[in-house]
Protein backbone atom coordinates (compact mmCIF):
# COMPACT_ATOMS: atom_id res chain seq x y z
CA UNK A 1 0.00 0.00 0.00
CA UNK A 2 1.35 3.29 -1.05
CA UNK A 3 0.14 6.55 1.57
CA UNK A 4 0.54 9.51 -0.96
CA UNK A 5 -0.78 12.56 0.38
CA UNK A 6 -3.98 13.13 -2.24
CA UNK A 7 -6.40 10.34 -1.58
CA UNK A 8 -8.51 9.97 1.56
CA UNK A 9 -9.21 6.37 2.89
CA UNK A 10 -9.88 6.69 6.75
CA UNK A 11 -9.62 8.75 10.19
CA UNK A 12 -10.21 7.53 13.54
CA UNK A 13 -9.46 8.98 17.02
CA UNK A 14 -8.61 8.66 20.54
CA UNK A 15 -8.26 10.80 23.35
CA UNK A 16 -5.27 10.38 26.47
CA UNK A 17 -7.53 11.56 28.64
CA UNK A 18 -5.51 10.66 32.46
CA UNK A 19 -3.85 12.87 35.02
CA UNK A 20 -0.72 12.73 37.05
CA UNK A 21 -0.90 12.31 40.94
CA UNK A 22 1.36 13.89 43.08
CA UNK A 23 3.72 10.98 42.75
CA UNK A 24 3.88 10.20 39.34
CA UNK A 25 1.02 7.77 39.19
CA UNK A 26 -2.15 7.66 36.45
CA UNK A 27 -5.83 7.91 38.34
CA UNK A 28 -8.51 5.95 37.14
CA UNK A 29 -9.39 6.61 33.56
CA UNK A 30 -12.75 8.86 32.94
CA UNK A 31 -14.29 8.99 29.94
CA UNK A 32 -15.52 11.78 27.86
CA UNK A 33 -18.63 12.18 26.29
CA UNK A 34 -18.72 15.35 25.42
CA UNK A 35 -16.26 15.17 22.76
CA UNK A 36 -17.26 12.79 19.98
CA UNK A 37 -15.28 12.17 16.69
CA UNK A 38 -16.94 10.15 14.11
CA UNK A 39 -15.12 7.62 11.78
CA UNK A 40 -15.19 8.69 8.20
CA UNK A 41 -17.00 6.55 5.97
CA UNK A 42 -15.01 4.82 2.93
CA UNK A 43 -16.72 6.41 0.21
CA UNK A 44 -16.01 7.10 -3.33
CA UNK A 45 -12.69 8.88 -2.45
CA UNK A 46 -10.65 5.74 -1.46
CA UNK A 47 -9.51 3.14 -4.42
CA UNK A 48 -9.53 0.34 -1.97
CA UNK A 49 -12.03 -2.25 -1.90
CA UNK A 50 -12.48 -2.35 1.44
CA UNK A 51 -11.36 -0.65 4.42
CA UNK A 52 -7.44 -0.97 4.51
CA UNK A 53 -7.06 -0.40 8.35
CA UNK A 54 -8.15 -3.51 10.76
CA UNK A 55 -7.19 -2.13 13.94
CA UNK A 56 -5.20 0.54 15.65
CA UNK A 57 -3.42 -1.19 18.82
CA UNK A 58 -2.63 1.62 21.88
CA UNK A 59 -0.11 0.09 23.96
CA UNK A 60 0.62 1.65 27.68
CA UNK A 61 3.37 1.19 29.75
CA UNK A 62 1.15 -1.29 31.74
CA UNK A 63 -0.86 -3.22 29.23
CA UNK A 64 -0.09 -4.85 26.16
CA UNK A 65 -2.68 -3.44 24.05
CA UNK A 66 -6.53 -1.62 23.34
CA UNK A 67 -7.63 -1.63 20.24
CA UNK A 68 -9.79 1.42 18.86
CA UNK A 69 -10.85 0.68 15.67
CA UNK A 70 -12.30 -2.59 14.00
CA UNK A 71 -12.09 -2.94 10.40
CA UNK A 72 -15.63 -2.40 8.58
CA UNK A 73 -16.54 1.21 7.26
CA UNK A 74 -20.39 0.68 9.47
CA UNK A 75 -19.16 1.04 12.84
CA UNK A 76 -20.41 4.16 15.26
CA UNK A 77 -17.57 6.71 16.11
CA UNK A 78 -15.46 5.21 19.19
CA UNK A 79 -13.05 7.14 21.31
CA UNK A 80 -10.98 5.70 23.66
CA UNK A 81 -9.53 7.30 26.57
CA UNK A 82 -5.86 6.40 27.27
CA UNK A 83 -2.35 7.41 27.50
CA UNK A 84 -0.53 5.37 24.84
CA UNK A 85 3.41 5.36 24.39
CA UNK A 86 2.56 3.44 21.11
CA UNK A 87 0.09 3.38 18.55
CA UNK A 88 0.51 0.18 16.29
CA UNK A 89 -1.61 0.51 13.11
CA UNK A 90 -2.47 -2.88 11.55
CA UNK A 91 -3.76 -2.77 8.03
CA UNK A 92 -4.91 -5.62 5.54
CA UNK A 93 -3.13 -8.76 5.89
CA UNK A 94 -1.26 -9.06 2.68
CA UNK A 95 -0.53 -5.15 2.21
CA UNK A 96 2.71 -4.09 2.27
CA UNK A 97 3.19 -0.07 3.50
CA UNK A 98 5.53 1.77 1.31
CA UNK A 99 7.68 3.01 4.58
CA UNK A 100 8.88 6.06 2.20
CA UNK A 101 5.47 7.63 2.25
CA UNK A 102 4.12 6.69 5.86
CA UNK A 103 5.56 10.38 7.24
CA UNK A 104 3.50 12.54 4.82
CA UNK A 105 0.43 9.84 4.61
CA UNK A 106 -0.38 9.29 8.34
CA UNK A 107 -1.19 12.50 10.22
CA UNK A 108 -1.42 12.97 13.99
CA UNK A 109 -2.72 15.68 15.21
CA UNK A 110 -4.18 16.80 19.18
CA UNK A 111 -7.28 19.57 19.11
CA UNK A 112 -5.47 21.82 21.84
CA UNK A 113 -7.00 22.94 25.04
CA UNK A 114 -10.24 23.71 23.41
CA UNK A 115 -10.80 19.89 22.35
CA UNK A 116 -11.70 20.55 18.81
CA UNK A 117 -10.85 20.35 15.48
CA UNK A 118 -11.86 22.47 12.95
CA UNK A 119 -13.90 21.90 9.79
CA UNK A 120 -12.39 23.38 6.65
CA UNK A 121 -14.86 25.94 5.67
CA UNK A 122 -16.23 28.51 3.12
CA UNK A 123 -18.40 31.02 2.83
CA UNK A 124 -19.84 33.41 -0.26
CA UNK A 125 -22.68 35.92 -0.73
CA UNK A 126 -22.93 34.92 -4.25
CA UNK A 127 -22.55 38.70 -5.11
CA UNK A 128 -25.93 39.90 -3.00
CA UNK A 129 -24.28 42.53 -1.72
CA UNK A 130 -24.48 41.18 1.96
CA UNK A 131 -28.06 40.34 1.21
CA UNK A 132 -27.80 36.50 2.03
CA UNK A 133 -24.91 34.43 3.12
CA UNK A 134 -23.76 30.65 2.63
CA UNK A 135 -21.10 28.98 4.82
CA UNK A 136 -20.27 25.76 3.56
CA UNK A 137 -18.19 23.36 6.67
CA UNK A 138 -16.40 20.12 5.59
CA UNK A 139 -18.62 17.07 7.45
CA UNK A 140 -15.04 15.82 8.35
CA UNK A 141 -13.07 17.62 10.67
CA UNK A 142 -9.49 18.81 10.43
CA UNK A 143 -7.05 19.38 7.33
CA UNK A 144 -8.90 15.99 5.76
CA UNK A 145 -11.85 18.50 4.53
CA UNK A 146 -9.24 21.12 3.01
CA UNK A 147 -9.83 20.80 -1.14
CA UNK A 148 -13.53 19.79 -0.76
CA UNK A 149 -14.39 22.29 -4.08
CA UNK A 150 -18.35 23.29 -5.13
CA UNK A 151 -18.47 23.92 -8.59
CA UNK A 152 -21.49 26.44 -9.95
CA UNK A 153 -22.88 26.53 -13.66
CA UNK A 154 -26.46 28.36 -14.23
CA UNK A 155 -29.31 26.87 -16.70
CA UNK A 156 -32.73 26.65 -16.96
CA UNK A 157 -34.16 23.96 -15.37
CA UNK A 158 -37.76 24.30 -15.50
CA UNK A 159 -40.23 26.31 -13.38
CA UNK A 160 -39.62 26.14 -9.70
CA UNK A 161 -37.07 23.42 -10.24
CA UNK A 162 -34.44 22.96 -7.76
CA UNK A 163 -30.70 23.33 -8.43
CA UNK A 164 -29.18 19.93 -9.60
CA UNK A 165 -26.56 18.90 -7.70
CA UNK A 166 -23.72 15.95 -9.19
CA UNK A 167 -20.50 14.84 -6.52
CA UNK A 168 -17.62 13.16 -8.64
CA UNK A 169 -14.68 12.84 -5.71
CA UNK A 170 -14.15 15.69 -3.85
CA UNK A 171 -15.96 18.17 -5.97
CA UNK A 172 -19.79 19.12 -5.60
CA UNK A 173 -21.18 20.43 -8.78
CA UNK A 174 -24.05 22.37 -9.08
CA UNK A 175 -26.44 24.24 -11.54
CA UNK A 176 -28.51 26.67 -10.51
CA UNK A 177 -32.10 27.77 -12.03
CA UNK A 178 -32.30 30.40 -14.78
CA UNK A 179 -35.78 30.25 -14.90
CA UNK A 180 -37.97 33.28 -14.78
CA UNK A 181 -40.39 31.48 -12.55
CA UNK A 182 -38.50 30.11 -9.87
CA UNK A 183 -34.88 31.15 -9.93
CA UNK A 184 -32.42 29.63 -7.48
CA UNK A 185 -32.62 31.37 -4.22
CA UNK A 186 -30.30 30.39 -1.05
CA UNK A 187 -32.95 28.27 0.81
CA UNK A 188 -33.09 26.27 -2.88
CA UNK A 189 -29.52 25.71 -2.69
CA UNK A 190 -29.54 24.40 0.83
CA UNK A 191 -32.38 22.28 0.52
CA UNK A 192 -30.77 20.58 -2.80
CA UNK A 193 -27.51 19.41 -1.26
CA UNK A 194 -28.80 18.85 2.09
CA UNK A 195 -30.93 15.68 -0.06
CA UNK A 196 -28.02 15.08 -1.81
CA UNK A 197 -26.44 12.09 -0.44
CA UNK A 198 -23.25 12.48 -1.67
CA UNK A 199 -22.84 15.84 -1.19
CA UNK A 200 -24.09 15.19 2.22
CA UNK A 201 -20.77 12.70 2.56
CA UNK A 202 -18.21 15.75 2.12
CA UNK A 203 -20.03 18.55 3.29
CA UNK A 204 -22.25 19.32 6.55
CA UNK A 205 -25.55 21.30 5.76
CA UNK A 206 -24.68 24.52 4.68
CA UNK A 207 -25.15 27.46 7.23
CA UNK A 208 -27.41 30.41 5.94
CA UNK A 209 -27.37 33.95 7.21
CA UNK A 210 -29.95 36.46 6.32
CA UNK A 211 -33.17 35.53 4.14
CA UNK A 212 -33.87 32.15 2.38
CA UNK A 213 -35.71 33.68 -0.77
CA UNK A 214 -32.59 36.01 -1.58
CA UNK A 215 -31.98 34.99 -5.45
CA UNK A 216 -28.65 34.01 -5.76
CA UNK A 217 -28.73 33.24 -9.39
CA UNK A 218 -29.50 36.73 -11.00
CA UNK A 219 -26.57 38.70 -9.40
CA UNK A 220 -24.10 35.97 -9.70
CA UNK A 221 -21.95 35.46 -12.91
CA UNK A 222 -21.81 31.36 -13.60
CA UNK A 223 -19.57 29.52 -13.63
CA UNK A 224 -17.71 30.25 -10.51
CA UNK A 225 -16.16 27.54 -7.86
CA UNK A 226 -15.73 27.72 -3.98
CA UNK A 227 -12.67 25.60 -2.42
CA UNK A 228 -13.02 24.98 1.46
CA UNK A 229 -9.32 25.63 3.24
CA UNK A 230 -8.80 26.66 6.18
CA UNK A 231 -9.39 24.22 8.33
CA UNK A 232 -6.42 24.30 11.70
CA UNK A 233 -5.45 27.53 10.14
CA UNK A 234 -5.36 31.43 11.54
CA UNK A 235 -8.21 33.55 9.97
CA UNK A 236 -9.06 37.51 10.55
CA UNK A 237 -11.70 39.26 8.27
CA UNK A 238 -11.73 43.04 7.44
CA UNK A 239 -14.24 45.16 5.43
CA UNK A 240 -11.42 46.92 5.11
CA UNK A 241 -13.10 50.38 6.24
CA UNK A 242 -16.06 50.26 3.98
CA UNK A 243 -18.43 50.56 6.51
CA UNK A 244 -20.46 48.21 3.94
CA UNK A 245 -21.05 44.64 3.51
CA UNK A 246 -17.69 43.74 2.48
CA UNK A 247 -16.01 40.91 3.80
CA UNK A 248 -12.16 39.91 2.57
CA UNK A 249 -11.28 36.90 4.15
CA UNK A 250 -7.52 36.25 5.30
CA UNK A 251 -6.20 32.78 5.69
CA UNK A 252 -2.89 31.80 7.01
CA UNK A 253 -0.99 28.90 4.55
CA UNK A 254 0.73 27.45 7.50
CA UNK A 255 -1.39 25.35 10.02
CA UNK A 256 -1.57 25.25 13.54
CA UNK A 257 -0.62 28.19 15.90
CA UNK A 258 2.28 28.98 13.15
CA UNK A 259 -0.34 31.44 11.95
CA UNK A 260 -0.99 33.49 14.59
CA UNK A 261 -0.39 36.65 14.88
CA UNK A 262 0.25 37.29 11.03
CA UNK A 263 -1.24 40.68 10.69
CA UNK A 264 -1.82 42.65 7.12
CA UNK A 265 -1.98 46.92 8.23
CA UNK A 266 -3.29 49.11 5.38
CA UNK A 267 -2.09 52.96 4.47
CA UNK A 268 -2.96 54.75 1.56
CA UNK A 269 -0.68 57.14 -1.26
CA UNK A 270 -0.77 58.63 -4.28
CA UNK A 271 0.02 55.36 -6.83
CA UNK A 272 -0.76 57.31 -9.64
CA UNK A 273 -3.94 57.36 -12.86
CA UNK A 274 -3.11 54.60 -14.90
CA UNK A 275 -5.62 51.91 -14.45
CA UNK A 276 -2.39 48.99 -14.40
CA UNK A 277 -1.40 50.74 -10.70
CA UNK A 278 -2.20 48.25 -8.11
CA UNK A 279 -1.63 47.79 -4.68
CA UNK A 280 1.77 47.98 -3.19
CA UNK A 281 2.68 45.02 -1.15
CA UNK A 282 5.70 44.33 1.18
CA UNK A 283 6.18 41.71 3.54
CA UNK A 284 8.63 42.63 7.03
CA UNK A 285 8.81 39.26 9.03
CA UNK A 286 4.53 38.74 10.31
CA UNK A 287 3.49 41.72 9.01
CA UNK A 288 2.17 42.68 5.50
CA UNK A 289 2.01 46.10 4.39
CA UNK A 290 -0.67 46.60 2.09
CA UNK A 291 -0.56 51.04 0.22
CA UNK A 292 -3.55 51.44 -1.74
CA UNK A 293 -3.94 53.38 -4.47
CA UNK A 294 -5.90 57.40 -3.22
CA UNK A 295 -5.47 58.70 -6.77
CA UNK A 296 -8.80 60.47 -7.40
CA UNK A 297 -10.46 58.51 -10.04
CA UNK A 298 -8.15 55.46 -9.65
CA UNK A 299 -9.04 53.98 -6.32
CA UNK A 300 -7.96 50.81 -5.01
CA UNK A 301 -10.57 48.31 -5.35
CA UNK A 302 -11.28 45.41 -3.09
CA UNK A 303 -10.55 42.95 -6.09
CA UNK A 304 -7.26 44.58 -6.87
CA UNK A 305 -6.03 44.26 -2.94
CA UNK A 306 -6.87 40.39 -3.10
CA UNK A 307 -5.11 39.74 -6.08
CA UNK A 308 -1.90 42.25 -4.77
CA UNK A 309 -1.55 40.05 -1.49
CA UNK A 310 -1.93 36.76 -3.73
CA UNK A 311 0.38 37.61 -6.10
CA UNK A 312 3.07 38.85 -4.35
CA UNK A 313 5.60 35.81 -2.89
CA UNK A 314 6.25 36.60 0.14
CA UNK A 315 2.95 37.62 1.54
CA UNK A 316 0.71 34.86 -0.33
CA UNK A 317 3.50 32.44 1.71
CA UNK A 318 1.82 33.88 4.60
CA UNK A 319 -1.96 33.95 4.09
CA UNK A 320 -4.17 34.06 1.25
CA UNK A 321 -6.88 36.33 0.53
CA UNK A 322 -10.68 36.03 -0.81
CA UNK A 323 -13.77 37.90 -1.08
CA UNK A 324 -16.29 36.45 0.79
CA UNK A 325 -19.77 38.92 0.73
CA UNK A 326 -19.99 42.00 -1.62
CA UNK A 327 -18.02 42.66 -5.04
CA UNK A 328 -14.65 42.94 -6.05
CA UNK A 329 -15.23 45.97 -7.52
CA UNK A 330 -15.70 47.40 -3.99
CA UNK A 331 -13.49 50.95 -3.65
CA UNK A 332 -11.73 50.42 -0.71
CA UNK A 333 -9.51 53.85 -0.71
CA UNK A 334 -10.07 57.33 -1.20
CA UNK A 335 -11.25 58.04 2.23
CA UNK A 336 -9.76 60.12 5.28
CA UNK A 337 -9.37 56.20 7.47
CA UNK A 338 -7.08 53.52 6.89
CA UNK A 339 -8.51 50.00 7.13
CA UNK A 340 -7.77 48.85 10.88
CA UNK A 341 -4.96 46.54 10.97
CA UNK A 342 -5.97 42.91 10.47
CA UNK A 343 -4.19 40.33 12.72
CA UNK A 344 -4.86 36.58 12.20
CA UNK A 345 -5.81 34.15 15.28
CA UNK A 346 -7.96 30.96 16.04
CA UNK A 347 -5.67 28.20 15.14
CA UNK A 348 -5.29 25.66 18.29
CA UNK A 349 -5.02 22.20 16.79
CA UNK A 350 -1.32 21.14 17.00
CA UNK A 351 0.31 18.49 14.67
CA UNK A 352 2.45 16.15 16.09
CA UNK A 353 6.00 16.01 13.94
CA UNK A 354 6.58 12.54 13.05
CA UNK A 355 10.25 11.37 12.48
CA UNK A 356 10.80 8.01 9.69
CA UNK A 357 12.84 5.65 11.71
CA UNK A 358 13.95 2.29 11.22
CA UNK A 359 12.92 -0.33 13.96
CA UNK A 360 14.29 -3.25 12.58
CA UNK A 361 15.77 -5.83 14.40
CA UNK A 362 15.07 -3.88 17.74
CA UNK A 363 16.86 -1.04 16.92
CA UNK A 364 15.90 2.80 16.35
CA UNK A 365 17.24 5.04 14.39
CA UNK A 366 16.17 8.52 15.27
CA UNK A 367 15.05 9.94 18.65
CA UNK A 368 11.57 11.31 18.92
CA UNK A 369 11.70 14.97 18.74
CA UNK A 370 10.05 16.98 21.46
CA UNK A 371 6.62 17.02 21.59
CA UNK A 372 6.60 14.38 18.32
CA UNK A 373 6.49 11.02 17.81
CA UNK A 374 8.81 8.41 15.87
CA UNK A 375 7.08 6.06 12.86
CA UNK A 376 7.91 3.19 11.35
CA UNK A 377 7.40 -0.01 10.11
CA UNK A 378 6.94 -2.64 12.62
CA UNK A 379 9.93 -5.42 12.27
CA UNK A 380 8.75 -8.34 10.32
CA UNK A 381 4.89 -7.03 9.63
CA UNK A 382 5.04 -5.16 6.23
CA UNK A 383 1.41 -4.23 7.08
CA UNK A 384 2.12 -2.38 10.35
CA UNK A 385 2.95 0.40 11.32
CA UNK A 386 4.37 1.88 14.93
CA UNK A 387 3.92 5.27 16.18
CA UNK A 388 6.07 5.28 19.21
CA UNK A 389 6.11 8.56 21.27
CA UNK A 390 9.18 9.61 23.07
CA UNK A 391 6.80 9.65 26.55
CA UNK A 392 3.45 8.53 27.52
CA UNK A 393 1.10 11.21 25.03
CA UNK A 394 -0.17 14.37 26.45
CA UNK A 395 -3.39 14.71 27.49
CA UNK A 396 -5.33 15.89 24.56
CA UNK A 397 -8.12 14.82 21.82
CA UNK A 398 -6.42 13.52 19.16
CA UNK A 399 -7.29 12.09 15.33
CA UNK A 400 -5.28 10.26 12.72
CA UNK A 401 -5.82 10.84 9.42
CA UNK A 402 -4.78 8.33 6.90
CA UNK A 403 -4.15 9.80 3.54
CA UNK A 404 -3.50 7.00 0.60
CA UNK A 405 -4.09 4.57 -2.09
CA UNK A 406 -3.89 0.67 -3.00
CA UNK A 407 -1.19 0.21 -4.65
Known sequence: MLLTPWLISLKTGFRNRFSRTARGGLNRWKPRRD????????????????????????????????FIQQAGVTQPPVLVNIAPHDLILKFSPGQTVDPATIAAGIQLTHAGNDGVFEPANVSSDFNTNGAASLTFKALDQGAIGNGIKLSFTESDLGA??????????????????????????????VAALSANTQAMSLIAKPTLTGPGSTDITTPNPAPFSLTLAGANA?????????GGPLNVLFTAKSSGSAGNGINIRFSQADL?????????????????????????????????????????????????A?????????????STTNAAPVVLGGA?????????????????????????????????????VDIRFG???????YQIDFIGRGA
Open 35 to 66: LPLATERLEERCLLAAAPLLLVDVTTNTDSGQ
Open 160 to 189: NALPTITVAGSTISVVLNTDAVGTTTAANL
Open 234 to 242: ATASSSLAT
Open 272 to 320: GPLATVTPAVSVTGNTIYVTLNDHTGNFSTAAQVVKAINTNAQASALVT
Open 322 to 334: SITACSGTTVVAG
Open 348 to 384: NDVPISLTEANFSAGTVSATPPAGGALIGIVPNNPNE
Open 391 to 397: ATAADYL
